[in-house]
Nanobody, 123 residues
Framework: QVQLVESGGGLVQAGGSLRLTCAAS????????MGWFRQAPGKERECVSA????????YYANPVKGRFTISRDNAKNTVYLQMNSLKPEDTAVYYCAADRTPSGIVAGKVGYWGQGTQVTVSS
């Protein structure tokens, strides 16, 4: 079992940047593919990015392509989401997720969730 804790959220103006961090404990992070989801008020939770265990494969949802970058440091048991050129529509609670494969994560088959961190982008 793995525990996930997100940090790095906050309030930022449109066009600004934030870096989210997901710290894992309990089991080695290199056993899992990882992902970031977000959920805005009144909307379903959606996968914005995923990364394979060795970082050889990544996925980005169309709305964030070219603006967000997912990365991981298995030695530090940490996953990151660098978010640039933020837009008001990026406002949501962002969740870290872990499971066996990136495709599974993208499909919403997530075994482990973090508690979420709020990102608010003002116009």
């Amino acid at each position: 079992q793995v525990q996930l804790v997100e940090s790095g959220g906050g309030l930022v103006q449109a066009g600004g940047s934030l870096r989210l961090t997901c710290a894992a404990s309990g089991r080695a992070l290199n056993m899992y593919s990882m992902g970031w989801f977000r959920q805005a008020p009144g909307k379903e939770r959606e996968c914005v990015s995923a990364i394979s265990r060795n970082a050889g494969s990544t996925y980005y949802a169309n709305p964030v392509k070219g603006r967000f970058t997912i990365s991981r440091d298995n030695a530090k048991n940490t996953v990151y989401l660098q978010m640039n050129s933020l837009k008001p529509e990026d406002t949501a609670v962002y969740y870290c997720a872990a499971d066996r494969t990136p495709s599974g994560i993208v499909a919403g088959k997530v075994g482990y969730w973090g508690q979420g961190t709020q990102v608010t982008v003002s116009s």
